[in-house]
């Protein structure tokens, strides 16, 4: 039997109105009718077990059942930031990133970045981001935000206590990073890569340059694999 579907709102009470592209992709695409039973997440850590109870043409109202704690969002508080990606690349990291339990995710303009963000396009990261959180059975969404700026991308990641930088001209990492880690902010560069006056910003504010092997990855792979490493030693994949 499959799971009930999910579907992330706003507040939850007794009874729940469903409306907007929630909506449409519960009439149109899932084609759920009246004592369908579903999922509503509000982003709290909580998940609330619901059934539709009428079906109009504008939404859909649904009475709560039971309330739970979602055992799935992550307890280390990784950060990844990455420098946007051209076609659908950066789509691809958002979604692999929501998958592995990051709990921010910010993109970022640098010296070498090719592609660009516009409003639409971050709406759409917003959005694969959404659905993601629903495949992989999370109970919160995380925001992907723009930083047109690499210095303040930096900045935006001062309060964790591991920072480390994906810099591919490294021979060597740094350090090694360490087991059980609770808090890190990931840097990971787009297809061009860095500068070393990039790399030596990053450092002056407490960024510890990391190597991904003598291979060179794609910058997608990049940010998969260090994001993949990273959960596995704060033991979120164990």
Do not use: W
């Amino acid at each position: 039997m499959a799971a009930p579907k999910r579907f992330f709102v706003e507040q939850i009470g007794e009874e729940v109105a469903l409306t907007g592209d929630e909506l449409r992709h519960a009439k149109n695409v899932l084609r759920l009718s009246e004592g369908d039973e579903v999922t509503l997440l509000d982003g709290s850590g909580n998940e609330y077990a619901a059934v539709i109870a009428s079906c109009a043409r504008d939404r859909y109202l649904l009475h709560v059942l039971a309330k739970r704690e979602n055992d799935r969002e992550p307890k280390a508080d990784v950060y990844l930031l990455f420098g946007a990606l051209k076609g659908d690349k950066s789509e691809l990291v958002v979604q692999k990133a929501v998958e592995l339990g990051v709990r921010r995710i910010g993109v970022f303009s640098s010296r070498y970045c090719a592609a660009y963000i516009n409003e639409n396009k971050l709406a759409r990261l917003n959005r694969v981001a959404h659905e993601a959180a629903k495949q992989c059975l999370r109970a919160s969404v995380p925001e992907v935000v723009y930083f047109n700026d690499f210095a303040a991308a930096l900045a935006s990641a001062q309060a964790y206590e591991h920072k480390l930088f994906a810099c591919e001209f490294l021979q060597k990492s740094e350090r090694g990073i360490p087991a059980g880690l609770s808090s890190a902010a990931l840097v990971v560069g787009s297809e061009g890569g860095f500068t070393q006056e990039e790399f030596d910003l990053a450092r002056g504010l407490g960024f510890c340059g990391v190597s991904l092997g003598k291979r060179i990855l794609r910058a997608e792979t990049a940010s998969v694999a260090l994001l993949s490493v990273v959960m596995y030693l704060a033991g979120e994949l164990q």
